[in-house]
C-alpha cells in the first residue's frame, strides 16, 4: 500500500471521534450537537474502511455504507426535532429541554 | 522503481493535506458559534474524508460519501439552519461548570485510550496490508457484496430509512395541524 | 392401519380444537353432536386399524412416528403411535364406549348452561385416554396419563359453583398427581439406564437391571397405575369424584380411566415380571382393594356411590388377575366390565336424570315403576356384574378366579378372596337394584317423575343404553376359557399369559360353579333382606359405623397429611411471618423511599449530563479492556 500505514488514518478517526464527542459534550445548539454527532460517524467511518483496507475484506465498506444510512436517517429525524423545536418559538438551547428530570 | 517511489511521495503529500484539512474542518465545526459556518465546515470535511476513502481504495464509498453526504445531506442541513436562522443568542457553551471539564476530561480520556490502543497494535498486524485486486471498493464488487453476503443488512438499513422517513413526515405534520387548531403546544 | 390409528388419535382432539375455537358462533347442540361425530371417527378408527392388523397378522404390530417429540441428549423421544393386538383393543373400547356415553351426554346436559365447556373437555378426555393408549412409547403413555388426570379434574369439577365438586376434583387431581410422580422417578430410573422410554428397549433394559433398581421402577409404575385405578390406598377419590356429571362417572370413572392402570400392567409386564414380588403385590392389593370395596358398597346410600364402589372392587378383579400373569383375563374383564359398568352409571343416570337429580337411593325407592326398559337394562347389567351365565361377567370374571386358585399358595388365599367379594358383589349389587327399582313408588318419586314429563328419557340416552345392554348380555360370549379363547390368543404377542395362571380344566369347573354359587347366594340375601324386607338388617353398629366413613381412610389421611401440614403453615405465618416478615416491611420501604429520593437527584433531565455519563463509561470500560485484554 502506498502511503501512510493504516495506523495514521486510524489516528485521524481518532481524532475526529474525539473532536465530535467534544462537541456534542459542550455546545448547546442542536444544530450543531447534530453537526458533531456527524462528526463522530465519520470518524467511525474513516476507521471502518482503513480496516476493510487493511484486512482486504468488503465487509468494512458495507458497514461504513450502512452507517452513512443510519447517519441520514439520524439527520432526517433530528432535523425534523429542529424545525418542530422552530415552530414552537422555543429557544435553541438543549439544556432548556430537562423537563424529564426526577 | 523510481516510478513507484515517485507515486509514493505523492500519496504522502495528498495523505498529509487532506489529513490536515480533515483535522482543521472538524476542530472548526465544533468550534463555529454559527451553525451555518459549522455546515460549510462539515461539508469541507466530508470532502477531505473522500480524499482519504480513495486512498485506501474505496472508490464506491467516497462517491457516496460526497454525492450522498456532502450533497443531499448537508444540503438539507443548509436548508434548515436556513431556515431556523441565526441563532446569535445560543451561549457557546454553558451547563454547570464541572460539566465543561468532566466533558474536556472525557473526550480526551476516549481520545487517548483509542490512540494507545492503536499505539499497542501498531507495531504487529495494523503494519501489514493484504494485497487488493483492482475491483476492490468498486461500485459492482460493493453491489455483489450488497446483495449476496449482506443481503440482510441491506434489507434491515432500507427499513431503517423509510422508518425515518416516516418519522420525519410525522415530526413536520404533527406539529403543523396542532398549530393549525391553535391548541397550546 | 396406522392412518386409522392417527386418525383415531386426532380426530377427537379437532373436535375439541373446533368447539373452542368456534366458540359461541356454534350452536349448543351443533357442539354437542360435533363432539359425538369426532368420537365416533375415533371409533372408526380404531376399527380401521383393527382390521388392519388382523389382516397383517396380530404378532405384526408397528409403531408410526411422526417426528422427533423433545431431544435431550442421547434421550430422543418420538411423537409416536403404536398398533398392537393391545393397543388396537383398548382403542376400540374407549373410543366405542367413549361414543356411546359422548352421545348419551346430548341428552343428559341437554340444558346446562355451559354445555360446550363440557362437550369439548369431554372430547379431550378421549383424545387424552386414546393417546395414553396408543402412545408408542413410555413418554407418551405418561403424557397421555397426566391428560388424563387433567381432563378429569376438569369434569368432576365441571359443576363449578359446587363447592363439593370443587374439592372432589382437587382431591382426585392430587391423587392422581402423586401416581404420576412415582411412574416419572420409575421412568427416570429407565432413562439413565437405557436412555430410551421405548416399550422394547426399555423392557430389554430391565432384564439387565439389579433387582432392587427393577423392583423400584415397577414399584413406580405400580404406583401410578393404583392411583388411576383407585386402589387402596390411593383409592379415595373415586367416590368423591361421583360428583360430577353421571355420564362423566361412566366414562371416567367406569369405562376407561380407572382401567388405565390394568393396561399399564399389561403394557409393562415384561418389568413386572422381572419384579415377581412387586407383581403379586398388585395381586394382593387387588384382593385387598375388591374385598373392602365390596363392603363398603353395603352401606352406601348415594346410588352412584355404590357404583363408584364396585368400580374398584371390579378393578380390583383385574389388579388380581393381572398381578398373578393372566394378562389377557384381566384385558378381558377390563372390556366387559366397560360395558355393564357404563351400562348401570348410564342407567342410574336414566333414574337420577327422571326425578330432577335426586341420587339418595332412599328417596329413588320405586322409580323403576316408571322407568321399565331402564329397570331391565339394569337388571343385565346387575347380572353381568355379579358374573351369572350368560351375562358378560360371568366369563371375564370367572377366569380370573380360576386363573388364581393355578398360582400356588398366595393365589389359593387370593382366590378364597375373590370369592368372597362374588358374594359381596351379589349382595351390593342387588341391594341397590332392590332398593331403587321395584316396589311402589315414593312420594318423592311421583312428585318428580310428573313433573318430568312422564317419557323414559330422550333418544340419546335410551340408545346407548341398550347398546350397552346388549353388549353387558353377549360381549362375554367372546371368550370362554375352556373351549375358546380368541382374545387371549389375539394378546398372545404382546402379554402372553405367564403359566402359573393357566388353570386347568377341574379348577375353571370348581372356580366357575362356586362363584356363580355365591354370586346367586349374595342375590338371595339381598332379596330376603331389601326386596321382601322379610329378615332384618343384622345390627352391628361398630362395623356399620367404620364401613360408613369408609374405614376411615379419608379421617386417617386427613390426620397423616393435612392437619401436619396445616399446623405447620400456622406455624409458620405465627411465629415467622407475623414477626419478621410483616415487622421488616416497613423499614424496608422506608429505605427503598430514602434510596429513591437521593437517586432522583441524578436524574437532571439534561441531555449533555447523559451522554457525559455514557462517554465516561465508555472510557472506563475501554481501560479494562486495555488493561484486561
Known amino acids: 500500500m502506498l502511503g501512510p500505514g493504516v495506523a495514521w ?33 465519520n470518524g467511525a467511518n474513516l476507521a471502518l474502511i482503513a480496516f476493510s483496507r487493511s484486512a482486504g475484506n468488503g465487509a468494512g465498506q458495507i458497514f461504513a455504507l450502512s452507517v452513512m444510512a443510519v447517519a441520514a436517517s439520524e439527520v432526517c429525524v433530528g432535523l425534523g426535532l429542529v424545525v418542530a423545536i422552530n415552530r414552537k418559538r422555543l429557544s435553541m438551547d438543549v439544556d432548556r429541554f430537562s423537563e424529564l428530570h426526577g | 522503481m523510481i516510478l513507484a517511489s515517485a507515486g509514493g511521495v505523492v500519496v504522502w503529500i495528498v495523505w498529509v493535506l487532506a489529513g490536515f484539512a480533515c483535522l482543521a474542518s472538524g476542530v472548526a465545526v465544533v468550534s463555529f458559534s454559527n451553525p451555518f459556518y459549522s455546515a460549510l465546515a462539515l461539508i469541507g470535511n466530508l470532502g477531505a474524508l473522500a480524499v482519504l476513502y480513495l486512498l485506501l481504495s474505496a472508490e464506491f464509498v467516497a462517491a457516496a460519501q460526497v454525492l450522498v453526504y456532502a450533497g443531499a445531506v448537508m444540503v438539507m442541513f443548509l436548508f434548515v439552519i436556513a431556515y431556523v436562522g441565526p441563532e446569535q443568542e445560543t451561549p457557546w457553551v454553558g451547563g454547570p461548570g464541572w460539566q465543561r471539564v468532566a466533558g474536556v476530561l472525557a473526550a480526551a480520556a476516549i481520545f487517548l485510550e483509542i490512540i494507545v490502543a492503536i499505539g499497542l497494535k501498531a507495531g504487529g498486524r495494523l503494519r501489514h496490508s493484504e494485497h487488493v485486486n483492482a475491483p476492490f471498493g468498486s461500485p459492482g464488487w460493493i453491489g455483489r457484496l450488497f446483495l449476496t453476503d449482506h443481503l440482510l443488512a441491506f434489507e434491515i438499513t432500507s427499513i431503517v430509512l423509510l422508518v425515518a422517513a416516516v418519522g420525519g413526515v410525522i415530526l413536520g405534520a404533527h406539529t403543523k395541524r396542532r398549530d393549525a387548531l391553535g391548541e397550546p403546544g | 392401519m396406522i392412518a386409522g390409528a392417527w386418525l383415531c388419535l386426532l380426530a377427537p382432539l379437532g373436535g375439541a380444537l373446533l368447539i373452542t ?39 405384526h404390530g408397528s409403531v408410526s412416528t411422526a417426528w422427533t417429540w423433545l431431544q435431550s441428549g442421547s434421550f430422543r423421544p418420538g411423537l ?6 393391545l393397543s388396537t383393543m383398548m382403542m376400540l373400547i374407549v373410543a366405542g364406549v367413549g361414543g356411546l356415553i359422548v352421545l348419551y351426554s346430548i341428552g343428559y346436559m341437554d340444558g346446562d348452561d355451559e354445555e360446550r365447556r363440557y362437550f369439548v373437555y369431554m372430547s379431550l378426555f378421549v383424545f387424552s385416554m386414546l393417546l395414553l393408549v396408543e402412545g408408542g412409547n413410555l413418554l407418551l403413555l405418561l403424557a397421555g396419563w397426566g391428560l388424563v388426570g387433567l381432563s378429569s379434574y376438569l369434569l368432576i369439577g365441571f359443576w363449578h359453583d359446587r363447592p363439593t365438586a370443587v374439592a372432589a376434583a382437587k382431591k382426585a387431581f392430587v391423587m392422581n398427581a402423586f401416581g404420576d410422580t412415582t411412574m416419572a422417578l420409575a421412568f427416570f430410573v429407565l432413562i439413565a439406564h437405557s436412555h430410551s422410554l421405548d416399550y422394547a428397549t426399555s423392557f430389554t433394559t430391565a432384564g439387565h437391571l439389579p433387582q432392587t433398581t427393577v423392583d423400584l421402577v ?32 361412566a366414562l371416567i370413572h367406569a369405562a376407561t380411566m380407572v382401567t388405565a392402570g390394568v393396561y399399564l400392567i399389561a403394557r409393562t409386564h415384561p418389568i413386572f415380571e422381572q419384579a415377581r414380588t412387586i407383581e403379586l403385590i398388585a395381586a394382593g392389593m387387588g384382593a385387598l382393594t375388591l374385598l373392602v370395596a365390596g363392603l363398603v358398597a353395603l352401606v352406601q346410600t348415594d346410588i352412584k356411590r355404590v357404583i363408584a364402589y364396585s368400580t374398584m372392587s371390579q378393578i380390583g378383579y383385574m389388579f388380581l388377575g393381572a398381578g398373578i400373569g393372566s394378562y389377557a383375563n384381566g384385558m378381558f374383564h377390563l372390556m366387559t366390565h366397560a360395558f355393564f359398568k357404563a351400562l348401570l352409571f348410564m342407567a342410574a343416570g336414566v333414574a337420577i336424570h327422571a326425578v330432577a337429580g335426586e341420587q339418595d337411593i332412599r328417596k329413588l325407592s320405586g322409580v323403576g315403576t316408571y322407568l321399565p326398559w331402564t329397570r331391565r337394562a339394569f337388571l343385565a347389567g346387575a347380572l353381568a356384574l355379579v358374573g351369572l351365565p350368560p351375562f358378560a361377567g360371568f366369563f371375564s370374571k370367572d377366569s380370573i378366579i380360576a386363573a388364581a386358585l393355578h398360582a400356588h399358595w398366595y393365589g389359593v388365599i387370593l382366590w378364597v378372596v375373590a370369592l368372597a367379594g362374588t358374594f359381596l358383589t351379589g349382595l351390593y349389587t342387588f341391594r341397590l337394584y332392590f332398593l331403587v327399582f321395584p316396589g311402589e313408588p315414593t312420594a318423592f318419586v311421583r312428585e318428580h317423575h310428573h313433573a318430568h314429563g312422564g317419557k323414559e328419557g330422550p333418544w340419546t340416552m335410551l340408545l346407548p343404553v341398550g347398546v350397552l345392554a346388549v353388549l353387558s348380555v353377549i360381549g362375554g360370549w367372546l371368550q370362554f376359557s375352556p373351549l375358546w379363547h380368541p382374545l387371549t390368543n389375539w394378546l398372545e404377542p404382546v402379554a402372553r399369559t405367564l403359566g402359573v395362571a393357566e388353570p386347568t380344566s377341574w379348577q375353571e369347573g370348581l372356580s366357575s360353579g362356586l362363584a356363580v354359587a355365591l354370586g346367586l347366594a349374595g342375590i338371595a340375601v339381598a332379596y330376603l333382606v331389601y326386596g321382601r324386607g322379610r329378615v332384618a338388617v343384622p345390627r352391628l353398629p361398630g362395623v356399620q359405623r367404620a364401613l360408613e366413613h369408609k374405614l376411615y381412610f379419608d379421617e386417617a389421611y386427613d390426620a397423616l397429611f393435612y392437619r401436619p401440614a396445616a399446623s405447620l403453615a400456622a406455624w409458620t405465618r405465627r411465629d415467622f411471618e407475623e414477626p419478621v416478615i410483616l415487622a421488616a416491611g416497613p423499614d424496608l420501604g422506608e429505605a427503598a ?22 462517554g465516561a463509561g465508555m472510557a472506563v470500560v475501554a481501560i479494562v479492556f486495555l488493561v484486561v485484554r
Not at chain 3, 371409533?43 to 388392519?52: E, K, R
Not at chain 3, 392411583?227 to 356429571?245: F, N, R, V
Open chain 3, 593 to 614: 423511599f430514602d434510596a429513591g429520593r437521593g437517586l432522583r437527584r441524578v436524574q437532571t433531565g439534561l441531555l449533555r449530563t447523559y451522554v457525559l455519563f455514557l
Open chain 3, 80 to 85: 409416536s403411535v403404536l398398533v398392537d393386538p
Open chain 1, 9 to 41: 488514518y486510524l489516528g485521524i478517526a481518532a481524532f475526529l471521534f474525539g473532536i465530535g464527542a467534544l462537541g456534542v459534550l459542550l455546545r448547546r445548539n442542536p444544530l450543531i450537537v447534530l453537526l458533531s454527532l456527524e462528526i463522530m460517524l
Open chain 3, 21 to 59: 375455537l368456534c366458540g359461541t358462533r356454534l350452536p349448543r347442540r351443533g357442539a354437542a353432536w360435533l363432539s359425538t361425530l369426532s368420537v365416533f371417527v375415533a371409533f372408526a378408527g380404531a376399527v380401521w386399524s383393527f382390521f388392519g392388523l388382523r389382516a397383517h397378522g396380530s404378532e
Open chain 3, 218 to 249: 415397577a414399584l413406580g409404575l405400580l404406583g401410578g397405575a393404583a392411583a388411576k385405578s383407585a386402589q387402596i390406598p390411593l383409592h379415595t377419590w373415586l367416590p368423591d369424584a361421583m360428583e360430577g356429571p353421571t355420564p362423566v362417572s
